[in-house]
């Protein structure tokens, strides 16, 4: 499915993370803060797992948990593609971050492979009061109905990837309008210096693996959990 719709979650708590690329103990450690529950919370993510970060690799075992939901970025899209045409789209990828792919294992990459051709193009969350949505860049035409139609019958353009996957205009000029058919919606790819909301849409990237911040936040009481990528020098009193 090009699309995932997730019921509501009456137990716990649903966050969402900004791009990790590669930065799996950053996340970790932000999960502990929170004191992430896996038996009742859920963790969605915007996109952009791997590339550029230290442990892109890991991000099949990750998605392989019942609480975590993503979909896919640039970078996923990127990495599939090299994958299945690697003559026309490895250097690509290689480009961008993507050489811990051409390191794995025949049978690492085949699972690589399997786990992020899964992933939906949007999730669209239920939550009390409204209904979320979920993109890596951004939403065509600000038409959440519309969109959501297209990838129930996989029939999105080549116009409608673009934007999913690669618009940067509303985090750029910091306008776009509201999303229609939606109350908010939560993107990635463009870094910012922190979470930032325009109109209807938050925007979650800020920067992880630039030496930025890697940034989660709660949809149940919009609380905000941010954490350094590049305090190198406090790795040692990591919470344990
Ligand atoms: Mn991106």
């Not at 939901?69 to 996923?76: C, K, P």
């Amino acid at each position: 499915m090009m699309i995932k719709k997730l019921p509501r979650n009456t137990q716990g708590r649903d966050w969402v993370v900004g791009d990790i690329h590669g930065c799996f103990s950053q996340l970790s450690r932000l999960l502990k803060i929170i004191a992430f529950d896996p038996a009742r919370d859920r963790l969605l993510s915007v996109g952009d797992l791997v590339d550029r970060g230290p442990d892109s690799h890991m991000a099949g075992e990750w998605l392989a948990q019942p609480w975590f939901h993503a979909v896919r970025g640039n970078h996923e899209q990127m990495a599939l593609d090299a994958m299945r045409n690697p003559q026309a789209d490895q250097e690509r990828h290689l480009r961008n971050g993507g050489r811990w792919l051409a390191d794995l294992g025949p049978a690492e990459r085949d699972a690589c492979l399997a786990a992020l051709s899964h992933l939906p193009l949007a999730l669209e969350i239920d939550v009390e009061g409204g209904k979320i949505g979920v993109v890596h860049a951004d939403c065509p035409d600000n038409d959440w109905t519309t969109l959501a139609a297209k990838l129930e019958a996989d029939n999105p353009s080549e116009r409608d990837y673009d934007v999913l996957l690669w618009a940067r205009d509303r985090a750029l000029n910091g306008g776009g309008g509201t999303v229609a058919g939606v109350d908010l919606m939560l993107v990635g790819h463009t870094p910012q210096p922190h979470a930032v909301l325009y109109d209807n849409v938050m925007h979650l990237d800020t920067g992880a693996v630039y030496g930025g911040r890697l940034t989660l936040f709660c949809l149940h009481d919009f609380v905000e959990v941010s954490l350094p990528a590049s305090f190198e020098c406090l790795a040692r009193f990591q919470l344990h």
